[in-house]
């Protein structure tokens, strides 16, 4: 058993180990593009905890060769980005990674900024903010914006997997169900760091070096509705969620919200919510469908436990919305149409 946390044993080293994030690290994504040009640019990755932001920026450094320092914008202080401007000019040139840039007072911003323009520096950095409302103007005119995903429930039970058989993690000295897997993946909302910090939890509490459903319940205290995903229950309270909001009965709709949010079940909420809403509500009040996806990507973006906060709102909205299922039921009627009478397009209608 390794004695350091997991998710810094094995934090990825190159491009090739980075999940979840081929848009950027695969094919003719931004950053293999430019690893393979040889290229650097000022960065500023945005993206839920646990996305691989920091990670990203460390294989960028090591992968190009060039020196880099990494700092916190919330604990380094004045001195610490004079010492390495000074460093900058040792080299001639260094990579500053500054994690949660966004809370970079305007003061250190302001000075980094001059350096920034000069090429002593490049920015990489680092926030789970939007940075078109976070970051200084300035500093984000001059970098490349990039997104990172919340990694799918598959790609962190990849990671899952990995962890259990690499050397560098549990090395095949335990045993894991994949339904095992997918409970604690599902637990972590897309957080790959929270995912192997809660095998390494788990693990540690196998007295037969076997990881199980009971395990992960008592360790993680993971609602039964969480394992049962695939199980009726959970579709139930789905269906139910539903359901209510059609009956415009909030106080029944915020209780199996309540339900799934218990479980920390985001994905199964927002694909309800969105469907909820365009066929349930849909042009009886069109601006609470565009309501419903904002809070949810705000619900996204803050995750659990504070997504509780955008999803409450949004059930209501939705409970308390006049309701028309005309959108889906025309188009119904006319795929039923077309299946039982069929019919060649009209010559005026062809091109």
Known sequence: MIKKPLAHALRPTSLEEVYGQDHLTKGNGFIKKCLDNDTLFSIIFYGPPGSGKTSLALIIANTLKKHYRILNATTSNKKDMEIVIEEAKMYGHLIVIIDEVHRLPKDKQDYLLSYLESGLITLIGATTANPFHAINPAIRSRCHLLELK?????????????AL?????????????????????????????????????????????????????????????????????????????????????????????????LAEDLDSIERRLIITAYEDVGLGNPPAVDRTKTALETARMVGFPEAIIPLSFAVIDLCLSPKSKSAYTSIKKAMDSIRNNPQEVPVYLRL
């Not at 919340?150 to 990995?162: G, H, P, Q, S, Y």
């Not at 339904?179 to 993946?185: C, G, K, T």
């Open 165 to 261: 058989t690499s050397e560098k993690g549990l090395n095949n000295e335990y045993k894991c169900e994949e339904e095992v897997l997918e409970v604690i993946s599902r637990r972590s909302n897309g957080d790959v760091r929270y995912a192997l910090n809660n095998l390494q939890v788990c693990a540690l509490s196998s007295d037969d070096k076997k990881i199980t459903l009971e395990i992960v319940r008592e360790n993680l205290r993971v609602p039964n509705y969480l394992i049962d995903k695939n199980e009726s229950g959970h579709y139930d309270a789905v269906s139910a969620l539903q359901k209510s909001i059609r009956g415009s009965d909030v106080d029944a709709a915020l209780y199996y919200l309540g339900r799934l949010c």
């Open 150 to 162: 919340a990694l799918t429930e598959k790609d962190i039970v990849d990671v899952l997997k990995f």
